[in-house]
Structures are given as C-alpha cells and as structure tokens.
C-alpha cells in the first residue's frame, strides 16, 4: 500500500514564503511524476508545478517565478517552495505521484490528504 503524507502548510502573509513537502511510503517500484495541486471550495482542483522524473518542470501560470517545485528521488519526496505568496494562493494543496508498484503494473496516480495554505494579513 502506497501512503502519501503531506506536511508544510499553515497561515502566512502575504509576500511571506511556505515549503510544502510530500513524502510517499509502501512498495514503490519506480516513480513517473511528481507534482503539486490545489484546489479552493467550488472550483476544480488545479495544477500547480510537476516534476518528471528526469527533472523536467512545469508551472501554472500563476506560479511561475514564485514558486519552485523539486524532488529527493532516494527519499520519495517532493516538496514545493512558496515565496511571494498571495491571497489568491490560499488553498488546500495536494500532492501527486505517478508510480508503479511493480514493473508488471500500469501507472497509477496516488494522492495525499491535502495541507491547507491561507494567505492572509
């Protein structure tokens, strides 16, 4: 059984700087994707930063600049890096692995629990 456990979140003004980390667990054969998402009550959750496991990123849009997403492949960890925070950050931020547990298994997509991030003065 695959865990994914979250931690990092927490009350911050704005223009102040958060790190969230991720930390998988269990049987864990190889690792595709890591990344970040979040999502606020009412929208759909969105896309944040992904990381390849060659160490090719991606950003929303909204994040570029402000936020840096990086792995530990020996620990099974991903983390994200938040500076310049703004009130539009606020939100509950999941994370996201791509992984096989087996090189017979298909790719499968795992999620934490979640960590809520609020931006506020």
């Known amino acids: 059984q695959v865990q994914l456990v979250e931690s990092g979140g927490g009350l911050v003004q704005p223009g102040g700087s958060l790190r969230l980390s991720c930390a998988a667990s269990g049987v864990i054969f190889s690792i595709n994707t890591m990344a970040w998402y979040r999502q606020v009550p009412g929208k759909q959750r969105e896309l944040v930063a992904r990381?390849?496991?060659?160490?090719?990123?991606n950003y929303a849009d909204s994040v570029k600049g402000r936020f840096t997403i990086s792995s530990d492949n020996a620990k099974k960890t991903v983390y994200l890096q938040m500076n310049s925070l703004k009130d539009e950050d606020t939100a509950v931020y999941y994370c996201?692995?791509?992984?096989?547990?087996?090189?017979?298994?298909?790719?499968?997509?795992?999620w934490g629990q979640g960590t809520q991030v609020t931006i506020s003065s």
């Open positions: 990381i390849t496991s060659a160490g090719s990123t």
């Open positions: 996201n692995i791509n992984l096989r547990t087996s090189s017979w298994r298909t790719w499968q997509d795992y």
